[in-house]
C-alpha cells in the first residue's frame, strides 16, 4: 500500500481535503503531527493548506522550524515525493526546499475563486498524469500568493522548465505568471492552487485529481524501480 | 552581563511591489496629504537580548534575522541597539 503522510501545523485547514483526495486516488494516506519528528514510513509527504501558526510573521516562517520539517528535510533530501499546496507551499520555500517566496497579492487582496493554470512540467511526481499544455480549473484561496524570486532564480526555473504550473491569467502579480515550480532533484512541489479541493466530481470540479493520480503512478514506478 | 534593547526594522526589498504600502499611500492622497511621495511597510520588532555587551547583542540579533526574523528573497532588516534595559 503507497504511504502518504499529510503533515498537520497548528491552523492547517486543507488537511482533511488532502487526505481525502490521496485516499480517493488509493493511498493509504493519514496524518502527521507537526511536532513528529518521524513521518511513519511516508512513501509520499504532502504540506496542505492553512495559516500554520496564524501566518505570524511570515506566512510558513514559524512552521519551517516544526520537528516534522527535519524529517519532510530528510525524506526530500533522499528523493522522496513532497507536495506543498498553498501554505504548504509557502512553508517549503520558507524552509529553503523550494527557492523564492511568496508575498502580498499585487492587488492587496485575499482571492478566492477559481483559475485557470496550463500544465507546463509533467516530469514531476505531482504532474505526470497530466498531458502537457493541458489546461485545467483549480480553486486558489490565498492573500499571499505573489511568487517572487531573484532575476538569476526565475531564468534558472526558465532554462530548466522547471516552472510546473503557469496561470492563464494571474491573479496575484506572481513573476511570470508563476503557479507552481519543482525543485532542481525534480521531486519537491509547490503550487498556489488547490488540487484537492476540486478532486472529485461529488464537488463539481475534479481537474485537481490528476495531481493525486499523478502521486500513485510515481510511487508505483518508484517502487518498481523504474525512473 | 546586560540586558539591551534592541529594534529590528524589517522592511520590504526595495524593488519589490508594496501593495499595503501603496493602498495607504492612495488613502493618504485621498484625505489631502498630497506631499506624500512613497509610502512602505514593514515591521518593527522590539527585542530585550541578554548579551556582555551591546555589541554582541547586536550581533546575536542579526544572526535572528538571518534565521528568522527576515526573509533574505524579499526582506532587508535594520539592527539598532536602542540601550540598556
Redesign the interface.
Known amino acids: 500500500m503507497t504511504r502518504v503522510a499529510v503533515v498537520r501545523f497548528p491552523g492547517s485547514n486543507c488537511d482533511f481535503d488532502a487526505l481525502r483526495a490521496a485516499q480517493r486516488a488509493g493511498a493509504d494516506a493519514y496524518f502527521v503531527w507537526h511536532r513528529d519528528n518521524d513521518l511513519d514510513r511516508a512513501d509520499a509527504v504532502i504540506l496542505p493548506g492553512g495559516f500554520a501558526y496564524g501566518d505570524y ?2 506566512a510558513g ?1 514559524i512552521a519551517r ?1 516544526s520537528p516534522v520539517m527535519d524529517a519532510v528535510a530528510a525524506h526530500a533530501e533522499a528523493g522522496g515525493p513532497v507536495l506543498g499546496i498553498c501554505n504548504g507551499f509557502q512553508v517549503l ?2 524552509a529553503g526546499l523550494l ?3 511568496l ?6 487582496r485575499f482571492v478566492s475563486r477559481p483559475v485557470d493554470v496550463r500544465i507546463e512540467g509533467v516530469e514531476t511526481p505531482f504532474t505526470a498524469s497530466y498531458e502537457k499544455g493541458a489546461i485545467i480549473r483549480v480553486p486558489i484561496a490565498h492573500g499571499e500568493g ?1 511568487y ?3 532575476e538569476a532564480v526565475v531564468r534558472e526555473l526558465e532554462a530548466d522548465r522547471r516552472v510546473i504550473l503557469r496561470y492563464l491569467e494571474n491573479p496575484n ?1 506572481s513573476i511570470g505568471n508563476i503557479a507552481g515550480i519543482v525543485n532542481r532533484g525534480g521531486n519537491v512541489v509547490g503550487m498556489m492552487p488547490h488540487p484537492e479541493r476540486a478532486a472529485d466530481p461529488l464537488v463539481g470540479a475534479s481537474a485537481g485529481h490528476g495531481v493525486f493520480a499523478s502521486m500513485m503512478t510515481s510511487l508505483e514506478r518508484l517502487k518498481q524501480g523504474i525512473a | 552581563m546586560g540586558r539591551y534593547l534592541i529594534d529590528v526594522r524589517v522592511m ?1 526589498r526595495e524593488r ?5 504600502g ?2 495607504v499611500h492612495h488613502a493618504l492622497a485621498a484625505l489631502g496629504f498630497d506631499e506624500v511621495a512613497e509610502v512602505r511597510i514593514g515591521k518593527s520588532l522590539s527585542l530585550a537580548v541578554d548579551a556582555p555587551d551591546a555589541a554582541s547583542a547586536a550581533e546575536r540579533a542579526n544572526v535572528m534575522c538571518e534565521r ?2 527576515a ?1 533574505p ?2 526582506e532587508d532588516y535594520v539592527v539598532v541597539v536602542e540601550g540598556e534595559a
Open positions: 510573521l511570515r516562517a522550524f520555500c520558507e527557492p523564492g517566496a508575498m502580498r497579492n499585487a492587488g492587496q505573489r517572487v524570486a531573484t502579480g | 520590504p519589490l511591489l508594496d501593495p499595503q501603496n493602498a528568522l526574523l526573509n528573497v524579499t
